[in-house]
Structures are given as structure tokens and as C-alpha cells.
């Protein structure tokens, strides 16, 4: 299996995004916590056609526009983390949920397990775990750093697409 690796310049970082030529694997802003994990070969430093539709996917959301969950991603990891994964997907954009609402929805007993979970998701911006607060509202955890969720957030509520 052949993998493929661009940098995206996104307004607040780049985002490292690897692929194969089904599915995209991962999209990290460097030197996040995490980084690459699960790559285990070098990639090629070249786009294939799931790269570029992964970066106009890109320049669409940091254009303010609000595109559907793409059905090419592939995120490595666990069965629990997989499921605190797909619950991320279903947070509208511009509005947020909690750990411990996350963990009401898949039936687990620990918002602490969730918020693991949320801290290894592989595909930054696509599975938008920068969505999920604590239960007292309060910007916690985001493997990229507090500013770039607070940036990420203020920047759907600014699109006011809702």
C-alpha cells in the first residue's frame, strides 16, 4: 500500500494529510500531540486525487462554508475510539456537545474514556473534536493546543452557518 503526504497552509497552522489511494488517513497540524501516529512507512511528498479533494475539502471549510463529512476517511484505532469518532461526525457545525453527553450517547460510563478517545482522532477538522467542551462549558483538552480549537470554534460561529 502506497501512502501519499501533503502540507496543507491552513489560517492557523499547517496540517499534515496522508492518504492512500482510497482513503484518507489523517490530517494533523504539526507538532500536535499525537502526530502521524500510525504511520508506520514513509509516505510520498506528493498530492494523489484523494489529497486534492482533501485540500478543496479544506479551503471550503476555512472559506466559512460548511461541506458534508467526506466518506473517503479512514482513521486508525480502537473500536471505542472509532465509536467516540463517529459521534463527533454528528455535531452540527457551529455548535458544540460534552464528553459526558458523548459518553451518555455510546452508553459509557466514563466522559474521562471519551475525552481519550477524542485526544488520538487522527483526522483533525473532518472528525471535529473541536467541538466537544467540557460539561461546564470550558475550552479543555485539544491535541493542537486551546488556541486553535478557541480559533476553530469562533470561526463556525462566525460563518453563522447553523
Known sequence: ???????????????SLIATDKVLLG?????????????????????NQLLQEACQWLDAYFKGE??????FLSGQGTAFQKQVWQQLEKIPY?????????????????????????????????VPCHRVLASNGKMTGYAAGID???????????????
Request: proline share 6%; glycine share 8%; net charge positive.
Open 1 to 15: 500500500m502506497t501512502l501519499y503526504k501533503c502540507i496543507y497552509l491552513s489560517p492557523i497552522g499547517r496540517i
Open 27 to 47: 490530517a494533523w497540524f504539526e507538532g500536535q500531540s499525537h502526530f502521524e501516529a500510525h504511520i508506520s512507512e514513509t509516505p510520498q511528498d506528493e498530492k
Open 66 to 71: 460548511n461541506p458534508s463529512v467526506p466518506s
Open 94 to 126: 457551529g455548535q458544540t456537545s460534552t464528553y459526558a453527553t458523548i459518553a451518555e450517547q455510546i452508553n459509557s460510563l466514563s466522559a474521562r474514556a471519551v475525552g481519550g478517545a477524542i485526544g488520538k482522532n487522527p483526522l483533525s477538522i473532518f
Open 148 to 162: 486553535k480549537k478557541i480559533w476553530l470554534l469562533e470561526h463556525e460561529k462566525s460563518k453563522g452557518v447553523m
